[in-house]
């Protein structure tokens, strides 16, 4: 039977461990484990997806998951992974943020049963410490020669430009006092994290060995970078939520389905509960017929269903099929606008409809054919739908044909789709509805 680390690697979701031992500890005990979330927005992001499977199969694995929301480093900021200062929040904020990702979690963990997970925040036991009280008792374990050391605040200080503040710096001590107090009170023996955490995570490491003479581990994630060097859940439009307020659903499905496919057999194994014989199925599609897309609508339902249940991810399918049917004006405008974010649009007049505009003209004013001789020859050969309906001739668009009461959908051939808008405003062109 295979290992619970030995599965851990095998899907991708080991970089570092800090102790060989640990798949031992894994095979032979009931580890206490964690990872933490600090609260610098109101929800979780794509980002977090990959901690919190790690988590979830830890649970399903028997060891005991802390979800630790950082209510005090929230207010800090961690300089791991980022090129500059971070805005640092208001208490009000972290607080309401908190508040927000705790539901959240119950998504990924169950908090009922004899593993059931715990869900902590760090303000609770840092608040009541004294300056001179941390200084004494923390601060004198660490050296600022170690510290000045860890990746993160040696790129920080390599950068002239922007440096780091001692509120920054500290950071990692409270993230290292974390791991101890989580040792002492809860038994806890492993910290999980991206790899932008190691720093941080070997600080607490040697802390509790410094302080307890205890063995505790660490395992960190490989940072999650698409095949074209992008960070994972960041698009044209921003971070990609997991609240559904903040990121549609509908959003959320079609940032899955348009996954490269020199990535999707990855997630799959890091972001879904599928079986491997169902991914090694889905793989041997994106070999043998990739035009299908069969593994990346998988992973899109697969990961709807996992961050906002199987009604959403069944309404996102459904939303996406009719959205290329003849049957589009049964879409949401919500829906719609996730689906199409991101094709080619332009902008033509509302006044342009009053007495209908010929469609070999809008093709040409939009930019969708060269010339008005390309455009009907585009006509006469049936490779042109106005809204997923084939039109054979140049037929007069008018406002009935309006989508939402100011949109058409164009497609050129079989892939190549646009949108037309019709404001009161001056033409223009941009992407996305």
């Given at each position: 039977?295979?290992?619970?680390?030995?599965?851990?690697?095998?899907?991708?979701?080991?970089?570092?461990?800090?102790?060989?031992?640990?798949a031992?500890?894994?095979?032979?005990?009931?580890?206490?484990?964690?990872?933490?979330?600090?609260?610098?927005?109101?929800?979780?992001?794509?980002?977090?997806?990959?901690?919190?499977?790690?988590?979830?199969?830890?649970?399903?694995?028997?060891?005991?998951?802390?979800?630790?929301?950082?209510?005090?480093?929230?207010?800090?900021?961690?300089?791991?992974?980022?090129?500059?200062?971070?805005?640092?929040?208001?208490?009000?904020?972290?607080?309401?943020?908190?508040?927000?990702?705790?539901?959240?979690?119950?998504?990924?963990?169950?908090?009922?049963?004899?593993?059931?997970?715990?869900?902590?925040?760090?303000?609770?036991?840092?608040?009541?410490?004294?300056?001179?009280?941390?200084?004494?008792?923390?601060?004198?374990?660490?050296?600022?020669?170690?510290?000045?050391?860890?990746?993160?605040?040696?790129?920080?200080?390599?950068?002239?430009?922007?440096?780091?503040?001692?509120?920054?710096?500290?950071?990692?001590?409270?993230?290292?006092?974390?791991?101890?107090?989580?040792?002492?009170?809860?038994?806890?023996?492993?910290?999980?994290?991206?790899d932008?955490?190691?720093?941080?995570?070997?600080?607490?490491?040697?802390?509790?060995?410094?302080?307890?003479?205890?063995?505790?581990?660490?395992?960190?994630?490989?940072?999650?970078?698409?095949?074209?060097?992008?960070?994972?859940g960041?698009?044209?439009?921003?971070?990609?939520?997991?609240?559904?307020?903040?990121?549609?659903?509908?959003?959320?499905?079609?940032?899955?389905?348009?996954?490269?496919?020199?990535?999707?057999?990855?997630y799959?194994?890091?972001?879904?509960?599928?079986?491997?014989?169902?991914?090694?199925?889905?793989?041997?599609?994106?070999?043998?017929?990739?035009?299908?897309?069969?593994?990346?609508?998988?992973l899109?339902y697969?990961?709807?269903?996992?961050?906002?249940?199987?009604?959403?991810?069944?309404?996102?399918?459904?939303?996406?099929?009719?959205?290329f049917?003849?049957?589009?004006?049964?879409?949401?405008?919500?829906?719609?606008?996730?689906?199409?974010?991101?094709?080619?649009?332009?902008?033509?007049?509302?006044?342009?409809?009053?007495?209908?505009?010929?469609?070999?003209?809008?093709?040409?004013?939009a930019?969708?054919?060269?010339?008005?001789?390309?455009?009907?020859?585009?006509?006469?050969?049936?490779?042109?739908?106005l809204?997923?309906?084939?039109?054979?001739?140049?037929?007069?668009?008018?406002?009935?044909?309006?989508?939402?009461?100011?949109?058409?959908?164009v497609?050129?051939?079989?892939?190549?789709?646009?949108?037309?808008?019709?404001?009161?405003?001056?033409?223009?062109?941009?992407?996305?509805?």
């Amino acid at each position: 039977m295979e290992s619970t680390f030995a599965m851990l690697s095998r899907k991708g979701y080991v970089a570092q461990v800090s102790d060989p031992g640990l798949a031992d500890a894994l095979a032979t005990s009931r580890l206490v484990c964690y990872c933490g979330f600090d609260p610098t927005a109101k929800s979780l992001h794509l980002g977090h997806l990959v901690p919190l499977m790690i988590l979830a199969r830890l649970q399903r694995a028997g060891q005991a998951p802390i979800a630790l929301v950082g209510g005090a480093t929230g207010m800090i900021g961690d300089p791991s992974g980022k090129s500059k200062e971070r805005q640092l929040l208001s208490r009000e904020a972290v607080a309401a943020n908190v508040e927000s990702m705790r539901r959240q979690f119950q998504r990924f963990l169950s908090f009922e049963g004899s593993d059931a997970a715990l869900l902590l925040d760090n303000n609770d036991w840092i608040a009541g410490w004294s300056y001179t009280d941390w200084l004494r008792e923390i601060g004198k374990h660490f050296s600022v020669s170690s510290m000045l050391a860890k990746e993160s605040v040696r790129r920080r200080m390599d950068d002239r430009d922007q440096g780091i503040s001692y509120t920054e710096f500290s950071y990692m001590l409270i993230q290292a006092y974390d791991f101890l107090h989580l040792s002492d009170k809860h038994g806890c023996s492993l910290q999980v994290g991206g790899d932008d955490q190691w720093g941080n995570i070997t600080a607490g490491i040697e802390l509790v060995r410094r302080l307890r003479s205890k063995t505790v581990y660490g395992l960190t994630s490989p940072l999650m970078l698409d095949s074209a060097g992008q960070k994972f859940g960041k698009t044209e439009d921003g971070v990609v939520w997991l609240d559904p307020e903040m990121t549609s659903p509908y959003r959320f499905y079609q940032y899955f389905i348009n996954v490269d496919d020199r990535d999707v057999v990855r997630y799959l194994h890091l972001l879904t509960w599928l079986g491997d014989d169902e991914i090694t199925r889905l793989a041997e599609t994106v070999e043998g017929a990739p035009e299908a897309r069969a593994a990346q609508a998988a992973l899109a339902y697969e990961a709807t269903k996992l961050v906002h249940g199987g009604k959403a991810a069944d309404d996102a399918v459904q939303a996406t099929r009719v959205a290329f049917s003849e049957d589009i004006r049964t879409v949401s405008l919500d829906a719609f606008e996730a689906i199409f974010a991101g094709i080619p649009s332009a902008s033509l007049p509302m006044s342009s409809l009053d007495d209908g505009i010929p469609l070999a003209k809008v093709l040409v004013s939009a930019g969708i054919a060269p010339s008005n001789n390309e455009a009907r020859r585009l006509l006469a050969g049936k490779g042109i739908y106005l809204n997923n309906r084939q039109i054979a001739d140049n037929r007069v668009v008018k406002k009935t044909d309006l989508l939402f009461g100011r949109l058409i959908l164009v497609r050129k051939g079989k892939k190549d789709n646009y949108l037309v808008r019709f404001t009161e405003k001056r033409a223009g062109s941009r992407a996305g509805p």
